[in-house]
């Protein structure tokens, strides 16, 4: 009876042991996880599909340690311009996971300022620091012509230190480096490297025999086409009226009609990025939001432009009308 006593106590002192080491093995294992989310050397790493909390959970400027999954939220509120669009970098979202990492969202406008309805042509991409996030997610909305959609982009990173540095580090970025680029960083003192589009105001008179082409007005800006980096493109809206005289069958009205002396004096004929080829009968008038010649002129683009209308192939001197971009 006496041993079987004593083997109970010896079990419950071992019991007891074994709890203690179970505890240190606990704390030591804390200080580990505490040291890793503390680090503020760690850098970003890539992006991964780990799960996160929701998103907006948090209050601006809110940076609480990764321990609560609140979220840090920065309002940047910067705008630059790419391929008809003016695109807005509304705010910002940090929010970290249990796994010491975090979800990152950033939300954004999009107002599409072309007649059509149109999605952006070339994807964003995020640089973190020097490296692009090549596992960035991006939802480029369909927008309406003259309208606006919301859209977002969203990646993650395996381990974050802080959540301001992180956001600090950030660009969204349209276009590539050897083209015409637009640059939106998240730093609140960072620049918006963008040209934005000049909105031309002209009424200009153009006349040759039956036709008679109005320009209307148009916008000089950055060519987003691949390879022309340092070009603009220049976009004139043309109204078209045809004469009492035009015989039967009307007459044709086509794009290489157009040309354009540049305020350097290179000569140039539009090109077919916005095509003309309209029908004009005896006395009508074709008002087409969509009929603009377009010219792609160098850079930076101030100057007087000479523009022709001449559908007589040199026959004979096509009308001219000059105007002034400051």
Known sequence: M???MKTSVEVGR?????????????????ALLLTA???????AG???????APMGTGQPGDTTAAANGQATVR???KTGWYDGFDITVDKATVVPDQYG?????IDLTYKNNTTDNKTLSENPYLQVGTTVDAGASFDNPTVPGKGSAAGDITTSVQKLADAQHLLDTISVVYGQAADNQTTIPLKA???????????????????QDQTTIQITGGTLSPSYTKNEHGKMDLALHIKIIGGTGISDGGLNIFTEYFSVKTPDGQSLTAND????NELLERSQTIDNAKDFVDFVVPAPGPGTYVVTYDATKGASTGPTFSFTVS
């Open 37 to 43: 989310c503390n680090d503020k050397d760690t850098k």
């Open 14 to 30: 071992k019991r007891r042991i074994f709890t203690s080491i179970g505890a240190a093995v606990l704390i030591g294992t804390s």
């Open 273 to 276: 990025r916005a095509p003309i």
């Open 2 to 4: 006496r041993s079987i």
């Open 189 to 207: 003192d960072g620049k918006v490297d963008s040209i934005a589009p000049k909105t031309i105001d002209m009424n200009g008179t153009l006349v």
């Open 75 to 77: 309002t940047v509120g």
């Open 46 to 52: 890539p992006a991964t599909s780990e799960a996160a």
């Open 101 to 105: 990492g975090a979800k990152i969202r």
